[in-house]
């Protein structure tokens, strides 16, 4: 599921291909896309895209008038900009914003249809769509700790919970816990003001660099994202399962639950310790290792 950072630099390339230009059709490719009654795509036409925003992982695009489309992409939702009035691929085209110098589409690849858009006037609120989770970047250290210990979870389901923090999936979850030197499963109410000041200014610098890496590539491809993926070469431990950690050469471990997985050093964040994955540790019992040199 795209995060914060490939958020916020779609965003900004909107702004630099259509911020100012009419929106000149609002084409709709499933009816399931669309979860909102009124008001219809019509009532968009004309208007002038005025800003862009986000509102947790929801794209926001605003048009003149305080009429608003609310993009969210789920996990394999796409944005594209292509040729003006370019055609919905077929099967995965969900949506085409057309302006005057161009159209965004909007797709989502595999079987399953979960991507939403939410259009609204002037008058509704957007409060609904909000699910509460404040902006790691407007947050000072004390507002960020008073959040982590509201109540007591594992680190990796507190960065990703979308009631606590904003953004932050899966991917960037692994990357700020081995930046912070910090396990996944560690209990919020457990950290020492060491750790909690570790795990702010880690949650602050990820997201800051990732965000300007995929500048970078966006200005490289001609100003959009190439390819927005939750998994890059440069990562730390995210989608590198035995491979190096990049610190410290240990082989970076993996823990699979539910539909989730959490990717870590155990050098660099468990004090050599293996976290135990339920299915396996069941699996092996006693001869599950306990630590990477009994690996």
């Not at 100012?20 to 399931?32: D, V």
């Not at 794209?59 to 944005?79: K, Q, S, T, Y």
């Not at 909000?130 to 004390?142: N, Q, Y």
Request: a positive charge; proline letters at 6%.
């Amino acid at each position: 599921m795209p995060e914060l950072p490939d958020l916020s630099v779609y965003l900004e390339c909107i702004e630099a291909r259509a911020l100012g230009q009419r929106l000149t059709g609002l084409r709709i490719g499933h009816p399931f896309l669309l979860r909102s009654v009124t008001p219809p795509p019509a009532a968009f036409l004309g208007r002038k895209l005025q800003s862009t925003g986000r509102i947790g992982k929801r794209l926001v695009l605003e048009f003149d008038g305080g009429m608003r489309a609310v993009i969210h992409l789920m996990i394999l939702g796409r944005l594209h900009w292509k040729k003006p009035k370019a055609a919905l691929p077929k099967g995965s085209g969900l949506a085409a914003f057309d302006f005057d110098k161009g159209t965004l589409l909007l797709t989502e690849s595999g079987k399953k249809r979960r991507a939403a858009l939410h259009l609204l006037d002037a008058s509704a609120s957007s409060a609904e769509l909000d699910r509460g989770g404040a902006e790691v970047f407007e947050l000072e250290p004390a507002a960020f700790g008073e959040r982590l210990q509201r109540e007591n979870h594992t680190l990796k389901r507190a960065l990703t919970d979308p009631r606590i923090f904003a953004g932050i999936g899966n991917a960037y979850s692994d990357e700020i816990l081995h930046r912070a030197r910090l396990s996944p499963f560690k209990q919020t109410r457990g950290l020492s003001s060491d750790e909690q000041a570790r795990l702010y200014a880690a949650s602050r610098a990820v997201l800051s660099e990732w965000t300007q890496q995929l500048r970078i590539e966006a200005a490289h491809n001609g100003g959009w994202p190439p390819r927005v993926t939750a998994f890059h070469p440069q990562m730390a431990v995210h989608g590198r399962y035995l491979k190096p950690c990049p610190d410290c050469g240990s082989p970076v471990q993996r823990i699979v639950y539910s539909s989730n997985e959490a990717n870590y050093c155990a050098r660099c964040q468990t004090e050599g310790r293996l976290l135990a994955d339920r299915a396996l540790s069941r699996l092996l019992h006693d001869s599950w290792p306990k630590t990477l040199d009994d690996a």
